[in-house]
């Protein structure tokens, strides 16, 4: 086979990889949950005083989220890795950026969209204020794929090492600066009844630019981790 | 107060002056002497692996034996 | 390879002759290193007069700015070999690059040890997030990162190539962390403070700086000569020139 026609590619490469992050739902619900509890032991930290956890709402669900997805970043090529099956990818016909991309955006799925669903309630225990609430949405929206997109490539180039979690997080951490500092500032200034058009839209700039680049970036840093 | 002691209060501020001129030396001297000792471990772990083959040479007889990379 | 390069940097290309020019270059770097280090501490510690504003705490800036500057200049020099090692594969730039980042975190560590020392008389606060610190900060932990992924692989040369693209990934996030972090200084209004705004500096404190620069720039090269030459025997470790060097030198 010569290479099946690329968007029929792509749509079967998503199929895969969601039917497989279902069947291991069990999974999914970890994020989740870490983000639960997490958010759930602010309040038990820092006492009830509702003026300060509105404060630090924005902030706390915004880094939890971003916690909750380094877990589950590992994940992102582990058993394909363990099977052989990326491998095979990187051999497919197929451009290899495009059917990483497809991946990323499968795991983004998978593992960002539950935790943008549960924000409000996570904001809200926190007792954000409903006007900061579609900022703290739009915000999420944008920085969580800028995170798996980044993340993406860091994993690649940790594939098939004696990996440690903590060195992802480690060169993980610089790359997160920026966003969350876009994110909880858009956040911050809704709060304020501020506006807060500019850094979601340095956001979306960059998640664009991301978009772009980071699935090529993925493929060069998978070739460099697997071919020896 | 001598001048050597004048010298070494600083201004007052010999508590933060020091420190920082103690860990600018002390850092670069690590930095000098780690690759020294990782170069006497390779050589003397080189050492040994060529004495091993030394020895496996004199052992096996010498006609069948193929040169070692 | 392309014929725009020399045949003396060709030649340099390779392991043993490299060893040797590392070699003969070292203890002159680390004599430069030292004589221009003592004639910078010398004008910095004893000949320059105490700053009217800050006393003598200042002096720390002989090590402190020196140290900073090192810090990205030796950032740049890993990203540039990187390029090289990931583009071109060449075995000293992997060597050149991936020796040169403890060096360039032993610099960063103490940019930021220092900068500490100095900012808590100066400005009562052990640290502040300001984008300098904040970025010297980043940088640190991109140094760690690289060594540390250079680490993780079995294979040396191709966790040098990882290394190398963590550490070109990182060359475009430090400004990108810079100026984001000096937009969010302008949002929370707390800390505005431009800590290090040292407008001119006389001519007394200038020149020791100046000097204290070449002197760690002098020091880096030295470092990398021998860290390098340590590099080349461990990667070369079945070849000939190396068993030639392990058997003239009795180990201690």
């Known amino acids: ?228 | 107060m001598s001048a050597l002691q004048h010298f070494l209060a600083m201004g007052g501020y010999a508590a933060y002056v020091w420190p920082a001129y103690a860990v600018f030396f002390v850092v670069l001297i690590a930095d000098s002497a780690a690759p020294q000792l990782r170069r006497r471990r390779i050589l003397r772990e080189l050492h040994g692996r060529l004495a091993r083959q030394a020895a496996r040479a004199r052992r096996a007889p010498p006609s069948s034996a193929t040169p070692t990379p | 390879m392309s014929s725009w390069i020399p045949l003396w940097l060709h030649k340099l290309g390779s392991p043993p002759t490299f060893y040797r020019f590392a070699g003969a270059v070292r203890p002159w770097a680390m004599g430069l290193a030292l004589l221009a280090g003592a004639i910078g501490l010398y004008g910095g510690l004893v000949l320059a007069p105490a700053d009217y504003q800050q006393g003598d705490a200042y002096r720390i800036i002989f090590i402190h700015v020196p140290s900073a500057w090192m810090s990205m200049f030796v950032y740049a020099v890993m990203g540039v070999s990187g390029f090289m090692a990931l583009v071109w594969r060449m075995k000293l730039a992997e060597v050149v690059a991936m020796e040169s980042a403890p060096i360039g975190a032993a610099f960063t560590f103490i940019t930021l040890v220092t900068g500490s020392l100095w900012g808590k008389p100066m400005w009562g606060t052990w640290w502040t997030w300001d984008a300098r610190l904040t970025s010297e900060l980043v940088l640190l932990f991109l140094y760690l990162g690289v060594i540390g992924l250079y680490h993780a692989f079995e294979d040396r040369r191709q966790g040098a190539r990882a290394a190398s693209f963590l550490a070109i990934i990182g060359v475009i996030n430090v400004p990108i962390v810079h100026y984001s972090v000096v937009w969010w200084n302008t949002l929370h209004q707390g800390s505005t403070v431009n800590v290090f705004g040292h407008s001119k500096m006389a001519g007394d404190m200038l020149w020791p700086l100046l000097v204290m620069t070449l002197a760690t720039k002098a020091y880096y090269v030295a470092s990398l000569c021998r860290r390098a030459r340590t590099d080349l025997l461990a990667l070369e470790g079945g070849k000939d020139w190396v068993r030639r060097i392990a058997e003239a030198e009795v180990p201690r």
Do not use: N
């Open chain 1, 1 to 228: 086979m010569s290479g099946a026609p690329l968007p029929r590619a792509c749509a079967a490469m998503l199929r895969r990889d969601l039917l497989l992050a279902w069947r291991r739902r069990g999974d999914l619900a970890m994020p989740v949950l870490y983000a639960v509890i997490v958010v759930v032991l602010f309040p038990f930290a820092l006492g009830p005083d509702l003026a300060l956890l509105q404060r630090i709402a924005g902030g706390v669900v915004l880094v939890t989220v971003l916690l909750a997805m380094l877990l589950a970043l590992d994940a992102m090529f582990a058993s394909d890795i363990e099977d052989g099956s990326l491998e095979q990818l990187v051999l497919a016909p197929q451009p290899l950026a495009l059917m990483l991309g497809m991946k990323i955006l499968a795991h983004w799925l998978a593992t960002a969209l539950p935790l943008i669903v549960i924000a409000p309630l996570l904001a809200g225990m926190l007792h954000l204020p409903a006007a900061a609430m579609p900022a703290l949405l739009l915000a999420l929206l944008l920085a969580t794929p800028l995170l798996s997109l980044l993340g993406a490539v860091l994993v690649a180039l940790t594939a098939g090492t004696r990996r440690s979690g903590m060195l992802l997080a480690l060169m993980l951490l610089p790359l997160c600066v920026p966003v969350v500092i876009f994110a909880a500032g858009a956040v911050a200034a809704a709060q304020e009844g501020l506006p807060w058009f500019a850094p979601v839209a340095w956001l979306g700039a960059a998640l664009i630019l991301c978009v772009v680049l980071a699935p090529l970036a993925c493929a060069a840093a998978l070739r460099i981790a697997l071919d020896s």
